[in-house]
């Protein structure tokens, strides 16, 4: 090539580029290249007797993996091959000629005859293998691109590359890099925007990294396919070569992708049932046919296609479904054959077995070319959503019946008839009720339950009083069953929605037995029912305290004696008119008559050992009779 001014560009906001969406090179080590292009074949092809060249003093390595997640060129992993550095691919397009010389100067013949004899190649890379493919069109995807996009079209200094192919039938080597439906070479020259612009993409000049972030290259193809018709099971040569022509300046790449190259030897198979509605065989009911069509690579309908089955799977041949034979053969001037699998029936109970067939490869040694699946079944599903009901309600099964469908349901007293598609369940407990569904466009069956669930939703609660606390205080204990929310009438306009609450009734100070109708309303949400419950309360004493004794020996009102508290839970503490304590009991029982004390009012104060009851009131003492 002749010489070029390499412009070189700082961009000083590239390291706040996103750039999630580049081609992603990964340059594994020498011998890892075996691992990739064996990765190349796809199905009914095998690779083998891989060798390689590359340039010995390359710096950067001119091969690698690339993978592209984000389907920047259309391929998703595979093979990099460049003229220098196959991390320089990687985007974004931040330099106008990116390039590394890897100062080689071995001139392959088979790329050499890709240029005028006068013109040097260089910093030649290939890789090359043996192929053998089960179908008569062997074929692949790829994907060119170059830095000299688009300075030096229609220069005598294009970079070259070459797929390169030899063997039974072909006549020396027959270069496979063509542009689409022509026998031309895909090139810088040949394929740009102005020349077949089609199956060209422009990336830019290396100035707008920011819009053209994926790939370096500053042009590049669509994604292309390389075919040829060949001989089956036949052994073929594939080189696949890029280099530098006339000077080592400026990189170009190709991307073949993985798994690309592959045979259509397969037949198409599709699998058709007797009755849409099911997707799989149904003893006795639902056939599966299925249809086996030439091949797509297939170019003529006057040849005999046999085809040899490997037939498996836990459905058992000729005992779980009429008898499979190992052979398929599509007739001369056929396109398809349908071929009948008919479920037998054998009345146990297995489930879903499956038939697996395996269509063989024609090449010995092969794997299978393709492997389908027919299912087979006892009869159809028709669950049913289980149901919950509160006793004494009633429920309709099946309430969204579309009437395709007949139904039969066992005898039950419970349910409102039995041989229509919804009826109305009224049960008195939970249960499973059976049923058996018959499809009316093929009578074939399903056989089911669906699970009734019944709560016996009950309000009932019992209460108490505890030690240390008040008459006042009442507890309460919720026996309720099947229950989610509460909701209490204390009798006293007073509510709670806790479970098992406590409740300190209205202190008058009054020694007048009082009742008081409690009610407990529950509820449940799934399913919504609701239920209640009512007891009367008596407090025969409720709590008193008196405000006058007269200890004078008559044994009549000579104590301060607390009515409704249990003795010794209760601290007792007297003080004068001046805030002295003049009396303190920890465990008060009522005995407190005077004693040491002087005639007067006085100021008292009740709590309870808990310290969560507490009373203060004053006490007159007259007539305190002498010792």
């Known amino acids: 090539m002749s010489y070029r001014f390499t412009y070189l560009l700082v961009f000083g906001l590239l390291l706040s580029l996103n750039l999630s ?3 992603v090179i990964n340059t594994n080590p020498a011998n890892s290249i075996t691992s990739v292009v064996n990765n190349l074949a796809g199905n009914g092809v095998k690779i083998s007797n891989i060798s390689w060249y590359f340039p010995a003093d390359a710096v950067l390595q001119p091969w690698g993996q690339f993978t592209d997640n984000n389907n920047a060129i259309g391929l998703s992993k595979g093979l990099l091959l460049t003229t220098g550095a196959a991390v320089y691919a990687r985007g974004p397009n931040n330099d106008s000629e990116k390039s590394q010389q890897n100062g080689d100067n071995y001139e392959d013949p088979d790329l050499k005859g890709l240029v005028d004899p006068s013109i040097d190649i260089m910093d030649v890379a290939y890789v090359e293998f043996d192929i053998v493919s089960s179908s008569p069109v062997l074929s692949f995807n790829y994907v060119f691109g170059s830095e000299e996009y688009m300075e030096y079209v229609n220069e005598n200094y294009n ?3 070459g797929f390169f192919i030899s063997g039974p039938g072909i006549t020396g080597k027959k270069n496979l890099a063509l542009i689409p439906n022509t026998g031309i070479s895909v090139g810088v020259t040949t394929l740009n925007e102005n020349s077949y612009s089609q199956y060209y993409r ?23 396919n390389a075919s040829i018709e060949i001989i089956p099971c036949q052994t073929y040569r594939i080189k696949l070569a890029i280099a530098d022509a006339k000077d080592d300046k400026v990189d170009s790449g190709v991307f073949i992708e993985q798994g690309s190259f592959r045979s259509e030897d397969a037949p198409q198979v599709r699998i058709e049932y007797e009755h849409i509605r099911f997707p799989f065989g149904l003893e006795e009911c639902n056939d599966a046919n299925i249809i086996f069509k030439r091949p797509l690579s297939s170019t003529t309908d006057t040849t005999k296609l046999t085809y040899k089955l490997t037939i498996g799977g836990s459905a058992q041949n000729g005992i779980d479904y009429s008898t499979l034979n190992d052979t398929v053969i599509i007739p001369k001037f056929e396109d398809s054959v349908v071929v009948n699998i008919h479920p037998l029936a054998d009345l146990l ?3 879903t077995e499956t038939i697996i067939i395996n269509i063989e490869s024609q090449c010995p040694n092969f794997p299978a070319v393709k492997t389908f699946e027919v299912p087979i079944r006892d009869r159809f599903d028709f669950p049913l959503s289980p149901e919950k009901i509160c006793k004494g309600q009633g429920i309709e099964l099946n309430e969204n019946s579309t009437g395709r469908d007949s139904m039969f349901w066992e005898n039950n007293p419970y349910l409102s008839c039995t041989d229509c598609p919804s009826p109305i369940a009224t049960l008195p407990f939970t249960e499973y009720i059976n049923y058996t569904v018959k499809d009316t466009a093929s009578g074939c069956l399903a056989i089911d339950s669906v699970l009734v669930t019944v709560y016996d939703l009950k309000a009932d609660f019992a209460y108490h009083s505890e030690q240390c606390y008040t008459s006042l205080d009442i507890f309460f204990d919720n026996k309720s069953q099947n229950a989610h929310n509460y909701t209490w009438d204390f009798g006293d306009n007073t509510t709670s929605s806790e479970v098992s609450p406590q409740h300190y009734y209205p202190f008058n100070n009054t020694q007048q037995p009082v009742q008081y109708v409690v009610t407990l309303t529950v509820s449940r949400d799934d399913p919504s029912c609701v239920a209640d419950t009512s007891f009367t309360i008596a407090i025969l004493e409720p709590l008193y305290t008196p405000n006058l004794i007269t200890p004078d020996g008559n044994r009549k009102n000579d104590y301060f004696h607390i009515i409704g508290i249990s003795n010794q839970c209760w601290t007792l503490v007297l003080y004068n008119k001046w805030g002295a304590i003049v009396y303190k009991n920890e ?17 008292y104060e009740l709590y309870n050992s808990q310290q969560d009851r507490n009373y203060k009131g004053w006490l007159e003492i007259r007539s305190k009779y002498a010792d």
């Open 159 to 161: 970079d070259i590359f």
């Open 21 to 23: 969406a580049q081609v």
């Open 349 to 351: 109970e297995e489930g």
């Open 587 to 603: 465990k008060y029982d009522n005995t407190f008559n005077g004693d040491d004390v002087a005639e007067g009012v006085y100021f």
């Open 202 to 224: 422009d990336n830019g000049t290396g100035y707008t990294p920011s819009i053209h972030k994926n790939l370096q290259y500053d042009g590049y193809t669509v994604v292309l």
